[in-house]
């Protein structure tokens, strides 16, 4: 069998765009050995954030046959990273034990190389700290022996509603991540680049969209009564009253 690599698969079709591997991600790791993940000026007109995990969300088709589609991306943990070799002073590495892809803060200068290297965009600068920041795959998480067998998962596998991101070893044919690849047709991101992604999707799965001419036409409120909706009389109780 062919060494360990640990990766997420992200099955698209139940992804709702909730955010909470986003918010759990970030509180993570701001209080774990990557943190602290600085942000600067969050609400002004020029924002610095680091996260490890974003979820872009966007809208295909044409009216009335669109789908909202939600993509989860962060480091895809590649089997051949370009950003390692760039790197200066070695601080981007692979673990040759587990295959996830680290930075040794210690080490990073914050030159970019990497970033610019990266097709993926999965590097962020920490604007505070001036070093390198990716997703660690919670390392520190996944090997805590205080932790119970079923939380030594990734913050974001965790938090996940509707289990939509899986984590294991892709190497490994028996393991639930394997499975859903074969089973279900997963797929890396822009495999042209030849950086063999380790995080894999999991399509989504078209269904037809029926939608007939009338359901296009809204439809008159059923408490309109002769033009005009029903109001409360003028001394019925109010929400105001009710509460005090």
């Not at 914050?110 to 990716?134: F, I, N, T």
């Not at 974001?156 to 294991?168: E, H, M, N, Y």
């Not at 408490?223 to 009710?242: N, Q, R, Y």
Request: aromatic share 6%; charged share 25%; proline share 8%.
């Amino acid at each position: 069998m062919s060494r360990k690599q640990l990766a997420l698969v992200i099955d698209l079709n139940v992804c709702v765009g909730c955010q909470a591997c986003v918010t759990s991600c970030k509180e993570w790791n701001a209080s774990g050995a990557a943190g602290p993940l600085s942000d600067q000026n969050p609400y002004g007109a020029d924002p610095s954030g680091t996260f490890f995990n974003r979820v872009q969300t966007f809208e295909i088709g044409a009216f009335p046959h669109t789908e909202t589609v939600h993509f989860p991306k962060s480091c895809l943990h590649c089997e051949d990273p370009p950003c390692v070799p760039v790197c200066p002073t070695g601080a981007s590495h692979k673990r040759a034990e587990d295959g996830i892809v680290l930075v040794d803060y210690d080490k990073c200068i914050g030159c970019k190389y990497c970033s610019w290297a990266c097709p993926y965009g999965a590097r962020e600068l920490d604007a505070h700290q001036k070093v390198m920041k990716k997703c660690t795959l919670c390392v520190d998480r996944i090997y805590d022996a205080a932790l119970a067998p079923r939380d030594r998962l990734p913050a974001c596998v965790k938090a996940c509603p509707t289990s939509a991101r899986l984590f294991g070893d892709i190497h490994d044919p028996d393991s639930e991540v394997s499975r859903a690849i074969r089973e279900e047709g997963g797929y890396v991101l822009m495999p042209e680049w030849g950086t063999q992604p380790a995080n894999h999707y999991l399509p989504r799965r078209k269904t037809r969209l029926r939608i007939h001419a009338d359901e296009l036409v809204r439809a008159a409120n059923p408490l309109l009564v002769e033009g005009h909706l029903p109001k409360p009389a003028d001394d019925a109780a109010t929400f105001e009253d009710a509460s005090v």
